[in-house]
């Protein structure tokens, strides 16, 4: 595989997701369930928690504890970094395909045009360089260095922030089934979709993804649902950010929501349900 991307040729941001995806071979970016949700018996339990107070008080206790997934880790930090800790980290899980899952000789610019962060040699290489810490902080990759204008080598870790080794999530799976993953179309790149999502809108689509809340059998072919307190908990994404990453992939046409009152007959007491369907 060539250490450049040859950006000269084509350096819109979607020219370089297609010299990307041919060669890397991949049009999927496989991903650990674990980088975007928790499942252990502490989540099972808050999300029992009906008290709208409690609950809150309960979100916040756990995010002092920083027993948070990864990608909840890099929302919170987006709101000086914006997108690109979350868009980076994606793009170096599609790059590093095998042992020692690193890459080498790629300029900030060249992450920044893909990314398609304006001002690249600038701007958005320093924009690049600051994402790279908070990737190396949360444990997620480690490199030689950062200094503007050098270019680093980068060694992905394990996407849980544990800052062990990284293993490829379907080689997980082999060992124990219990390790999810789920797969990235790399096409959302290649169309310049993610390029153009802000961080909530990512980070929703990577959520609605793992649920897949993209497959048509779904809830009746009407997507994917989920109760207010089971999401806050297990995935430790504010309503707010949920309510504004949905809108995002609405605004772009990446989602279609419907809402559906829910009840056993006529007699019941109806609940408004909210459904989430990808439509890519």
Sequence with gaps: MPSRFTYQVDSTSSGMALRMEQETGRKEIPITRDFVRRDDDE?????????????????????KSKDMPPLANLINASRKAGNVPVLLYLALLWRCTKPPYETKGIPAAAWARLLGLDNPQTAGAKRIYNAMAILEKNKLISTDNRGRGNIANIVLLDSRGTGGSYRRPYDEYRINKENLYFKVPTSLWVHGKMQKLGSPGIAMLLIFIAEGAYRKENNNNLGYSFP???????????????????????????????????????????????????TI
Excluded at 267 to 272: D, G, H, K
């Design 43 to 63: 989540v099972k339990k808050l999300s029992k928690i009906n008290d709208a107070e409690k609950l809150k008080i309960a979100l916040n206790e756990k995010r």
């Design 228 to 278: 207010h307190n089971a999401f806050v908990i297990r995935y430790a994404i504010s309503a707010a950010t949920r309510t504004k990453g949905t809108k995002e992939l609405e605004k772009e046409k990446l989602l279609k929501v419907t809402k559906k009152h829910v009840g056993e007959d006529s007699f019941s007491v109806t609940r408004l349900r909210t459904y989430y369907k990808l």
